[in-house]
């Protein structure tokens, strides 16, 4: 007799050729990254500012013993800084070998999407948009920019982290 292994609903996604993604938003835009880079979801905490480090980042907090380092994400795509309030949280993603805590105004979903409704970002974009940004959705009257997060880090912070 063969025993068969419930797989987990983001495997089964994928076998389908499907992707479960998080969607934020960040002021008045919305934008998404693949849920299996994502670790928690945490309520803001105030950061303890770093000396010399880029304006995108907060500084770090205390995440259970763990230094975390605190990506304003508004900052680094090339908007208004964020001004952090209790009502913003924080997204704990693991990128590469390292895993940061990005400041967002909130989480807004989980969506469940296939390959074929990521459009591309169209060449208009200016090229620090297309640097992080993978690909648009149209969902439900809205438009949902798909973040590649392994760009969000300088490479020499990356290199830092290895």
Do not use: Y
Not at 82 to 91: F, K, L
Not at 114 to 135: C, L, M, N
């Amino acid at each position: 007799m063969t025993q068969i292994q419930a797989q987990p609903a983001q495997a089964q996604a994928q076998a389908a050729g499907r992707r479960e993604l998080i969607s934020f938003r960040i002021g008045a835009q919305e934008f998404c990254v693949d849920i299996m880079s994502i670790r928690e979801i945490r309520g803001w905490t105030a950061a303890t500012a770093l000396p010399q480090s880029p304006s995108f980042v907060r500084g770090v907090i205390n995440l259970r013993g763990a230094v975390l380092p605190i990506v304003d994400l508004a900052a680094r795509l090339g908007f208004e800084s964020t001004e952090a309030s209790d009502r913003n949280v924080i997204i704990v993603a693991q990128i590469g070998d390292q895993v940061v805590g990005l400041l967002v105004d909130a989480v807004s979903d989980i969506l469940t999407v296939t390959d074929d409704v990521i459009q591309p970002t169209p060449d208009v974009a200016s090229e620090t948009a297309k640097t992080f940004v993978r690909g648009l959705i149209a969902m439900d009257g809205r438009m949902i920019s798909l973040i590649g997060l392994e760009r969000v880090l300088p490479d020499h912070m990356e290199l830092e982290a290895a």
